[in-house]
């Protein structure tokens, strides 16, 4: 008789982090996925145009992270990620020139910003206190019901830290969900706010090293494997139709979906999921020559399109959350639009002519995290005992960002791994 297994379906993030979980517990997983490589969104590939690997999309994560970390732990890349020593963000503003750094201070509260010499240029103590209505933030609540109001931090520091970490207008993103990114990080002190970038990319980062862990205890992984169909009887599920073939669960046997929120809506009858997504809009430019040593790894940007540039060797690439109508132009047009605010970020000549790019466009990159929205995040759990849900679109009380994706996975696992132990 073969034994009790799990069944997971999707490689994202939130698949690769449940099958982790599991695989590193001894219970025997098979992963599903419709792709021909994991990672999702989250994943890096070789572009021919800039002779260069790169990520799909660029991701900004800190130390404080603690899902994140513990993940690349037990997967053996714990030293897959990097920053800058010091726990400091570079900011410009395109309109007027001015640069910055918000630098927290090293203890829970910012003396630095209570006594000036740590706040953004031309800001109040007032504006900062403003970040106290997020704790107190109800269900309804947006992140400019909150937080905007007289003075400039709003622009120059909450507007972008939202967009950047919600993809989703700050007018009408969910206060809600920043506060727990704020509490666990800038909330900390100054060694919960390194910011970390993959070292080399995101597949070398968080999903290569996941495969081969998983593989290594025993899992098996089919890709170019599609889901097309479950079959539900009697409050379970009982079968699972894929493109290959059916695959028939036994009793004991468990299935955790990690697709996406519009995927599992069509899976399962009566789901209710967000059904609303933003765009993400990343360019990568190869430069000409590797740019000053002294050039910093990230720097945000206000005043213009772009929220955040970035510098892995000699390629800067640059995102726009919430993008949806640059999303719409051509890659033509979105190319020399953000050339002229990286030339800007990254202190390069004026008249240094467009290099090598590639856009990589998400038009449904997230599910947008409006009030409404989160209050349509569903629980890990289902109608169907032996099935569970994991994705950042789920209930994890996080944005959709890459720490809501593993932490759903673990919860999946976790309730997977209960149901093994108790049966």
């Known amino acids: 008789m073969a034994s009790a297994r799990v069944h997971i379906v999707g490689a994202g993030l939130s698949g690769l982090s449940a099958a982790v979980q599991l695989a590193r517990s001894g219970i025997p997983v098979s992963l599903h996925e419709s792709a021909g490589q994991g990672g999702g969104r989250c994943r ?26 513990e993940y690349l732990a037990v997967t053996g890349a714990k030293d ?12 410009r503003d395109l309109k007027t020139g001015e640069t910055w750094q918000v630098r927290p201070d090293r203890g829970r509260v910012p003396w630095s910003v209570l006594f000036g010499p740590g706040r953004v240029p031309g800001t109040g103590l007032g504006e900062y206190l403003r970040g106290l209505r997020l704790a107190r933030a109800d269900d309804d609540a947006t992140i400019a019901d909150c937080l905007s109001g007289p003075g400039k931090l709003y622009e120059r520091f909450w507007e972008p830290l939202a967009v950047g970490v919600l993809n989703t207008p700050a007018e009408t993103a969910s206060a809600k969900l920043l506060w ?18 993959a070292r080399e990319g995101l597949s070398e980062a968080f999903v290569d090293p996941a495969l081969a862990y998983i593989k290594e205890q025993g899992a098996t992984i089919a890709f170019n494997d599609r889901l097309r169909g479950l079959g539900l009887h009697g409050g379970r599920v009982q079968s699972l139709d894929f493109a290959s073939g059916a695959v028939e669960l036994g009793e004991r046997d468990r299935v955790i979906l990690a697709v996406s929120a519009w995927v599992a809506a069509d899976l399962l009858p009566g789901l209710a999921v967000p059904t609303e997504a933003h765009a ?9 020559s590797a740019p000053p040593a002294d050039a910093p790894p990230l ?17 800067a690439s640059v995102t726009v959350s919430a993008a949806d109508a640059l999303a719409e132009e051509s890659n033509e047009v979105v190319a020399e639009r953000l050339w002229p605010e990286v030339r800007a970020a990254l202190g390069l000549a004026p008249d240094m002519a467009l290099p090598p790019w590639r856009i990589v466009k998400e038009k449904r990159a997230t599910i947008a995290q409006t009030p409404a929205a989160n209050r349509l995040r569903p629980d890990a759990a289902t109608a169907w005992e032996n099935l569970v849900l994991a994705g950042d679109w789920t209930a994890t009380g996080l944005p959709a960002t890459i720490e809501g994706s593993i932490r759903s996975g673990r919860t999946a696992a976790g309730r997977i791994a209960r149901a093994f132990t108790s049966a």
């Open 80 to 91: 897959a990620l990097t920053g800058p020593e010091d726990a400091a963000f570079p900011f």
């Open 280 to 288: 993400i809009v990343n360019a990568h430019y190869r430069l000409p």
């Open 44 to 69: 890096s590939f070789f572009d021919a145009k800039l002779d260069r690997r790169i990520d799909n999309g660029n991701h900004l994560m800190l130390s404080g992270n603690w899902a994140i970390r």
């Open 299 to 315: 720097v945000g940007l206000v005043g213009g399109t772009s929220q955040w540039v970035f510098l892995r060797g000699d390629v």
């Open 180 to 197: 727990p990114v704020m509490a666990e990080t800038f909330g900390r002190g100054r060694a919960a706010c390194h910011p970390l970038m």
